[in-house]
């Protein structure tokens, strides 16, 4: 899993806290010897890796696990014939990041590898990659609809929603006027900086694909790039 963003100004504060956790020397120490170790480790492990009582260690390794960095469960094997067998920790495969102002080069990338992976469909890889790009905003905004159920849309209750989904993303909306949302964060940074034609166009095909899976038919997309902010606008359709 990549870092997944779920606060509404884009920040994903699990990831924020998993890093906090491990601004500590024993913590990250101890994390660093277990993704060393390629194994499960135990709490006395842990602790002759970093030269404390297994006590602290097991204190710190619980604050580890509770912060989503390690994760814990219980030796394999038979069971001792007393006592119960001990707790082993390992890290999480999941990848931990943090970036501000928000990126989410996973979008695009998820886009990119599908279109390639379409090749030979007939279509320029231009064409396939703008494809892949409405399809998945699509998908995402009706599964917000199916999430939300909305109802029928108006202009200003269709650019809310958009506003929710979008800063979830990390573009952070912002509501120019009544009828139209200014991106002021481009999530695909400093990527379209290398390529703004093609990366402008993707995420331009992604979010006019979001309003169509929203049935927001009276809002459109609109390219309207601006110094360091999104390339889209959304504003009610003519």
């Not at 979008?107 to 790009?133: K, P, Q, Y």
């Not at 998945?136 to 809310?160: C, D, I, K, N, Q």
């Not at 093609?198 to 095909?205: D, G, Q, T």
């Not at 038919?217 to 902010?229: D, F, K, Q």
């Amino acid at each position: 899993m990549y870092v997944t963003v779920s606060e509404p100004n884009g920040l994903d504060v699990p990831s924020i806290a998993a890093v906090a956790a491990l601004d500590d020397d024993l913590r990250r120490g101890m994390y660093a010897y277990a993704r060393r170790a390629r194994r499960p480790v135990t709490r006395d492990e842990a602790a002759a890796a970093v030269g404390i009582s297994r006590k602290l260690a097991a204190f710190h390794l619980d604050k580890l696990v509770a912060a989503g960095v390690l994760r814990c469960g219980f030796a394999a094997g038979p069971m001792p014939r007393v006592g119960r067998k001990p707790k082993v920790y390992e890290p999480v495969a999941e990848a931990i990041q943090v970036q501000l102002p928000v990126r989410r080069h996973e979008i695009l990338a998820g886009i990119l590898a599908e279109a390639v992976l379409a090749d030979g469909s007939g279509e320029t890889a231009r064409d396939a990659v703008l494809r892949v790009a409405g399809e998945r905003g699509v998908t995402a905004g009706a599964e917000e609809r199916a999430r939300t159920r909305p109802g029928r849309l108006g202009v200003e209750r269709a650019l809310a929603m958009a506003e929710g989904m979008l800063g979830r993303y990390g573009f952070e909306p912002s509501r120019e006027a009544r009828t139209c949302v200014r991106l002021r964060n481009c999530p695909f940074h400093p990527l379209a900086a290398q390529a703004p034609e093609l990366v402008c166009r993707i995420n331009h095909a992604f979010l006019a694909g979001l309003l169509a899976g929203l049935r927001a038919g009276n809002v459109e997309a609109v390219l309207a790039p601006g110094a360091a902010e999104c390339c889209v606008e959304l504003r009610q359709a003519p």
